[in-house]
């Protein structure tokens, strides 16, 4: 079966060319392994058969060609348009196949982050209210599987893609690029601590 992006665009087409793009876009501060785990699992939940119903039913319904009373598995997509969740299960992929050390679980919150909130915009991680303040961010992370899809789209993903995922996320440089920039940051700080205390890191990627 054809897992569809966009119209005139297949799935893996669309992940593989915005990993592409972005992994090039990333590469001009040394983190182009991240931009391009990035673009391949933004899309990720488009892999579940809810989003595919969606998009093929909007593509077929905007076919002048197309006559819905004679196909009786079509629902009109109208009022669906941003309601199937399909950003949070590439986030949930990251962080359960992550390493376990420190670098690790901090780098992939910071990517995960990036996949949640690629059409939102960068969400509150945390929400205060009259009740309290939330947690918003590990609440999004632990968002039930029949709502983003999870485990559906990991089973009907394309497998060089999860290899390439895989691939990235062992690597055994992943978090350098990471590490090297908070180095940069913390000496950069009005508050830093003094260099000596720093471990050295090399500035080139």
């Known amino acids: 079966m054809e897992n ?20 090039t876009h990333a590469e001009k501060i040394c983190m182009g392994n991240y931009g391009e785990l990035l673009g391949l699992l ?18 077929r319904k905007d076919d002048p060609r197309f006559n819905p009373d004679e196909d ?13 969740d399909h950003s949070t299960a590439g986030a949930q ?14 780098l992939g919150q910071f990517l995960s982050l990036c996949l949640v909130s690629h059409h939102s ?27 983003t899809y999870f485990e559906e789209c990991a089973g ?5 893609l999860l290899k390439r995922v895989n691939d990235i996320l062992t690597g055994t ?12 940051i913390l000496r950069s700080s009005p508050e830093r601590i003094p260099f000596q205390q720093l471990p050295n890191s090399n500035s080139a990627c």
């Open 4 to 23: 569809i992006a966009h119209a005139g665009q297949t799935l893996e087409e669309h992940l593989w060319g915005v990993a592409e793009l972005a992994k």
């Open 72 to 84: 009786e598995d079509f629902e009109d997509p109208k009022g669906k348009k941003g309601k199937i």
């Open 156 to 160: 009907n993903a394309d497998k060089q």
């Open 173 to 184: 440089s992943f978090t350098k690029p990471f590490e090297n920039m908070c180095r940069e």
């Open 42 to 59: 933004h899309d990720f939940g488009k892999y579940s058969s809810a989003f595919q119903k969606y998009i093929k039913d909007a593509i």
């Open 121 to 147: 915009g960068i969400i509150n991680c945390l929400t205060t209210d009259n009740s309290g303040t939330w947690d918003y961010y590990s609440k999004r992370l632990s968002k039930d599987d029949n709502k």
């Open 93 to 106: 992929f990251l962080v359960r196949n992550n390493s376990s050390s420190s670098a690790h679980k901090l």
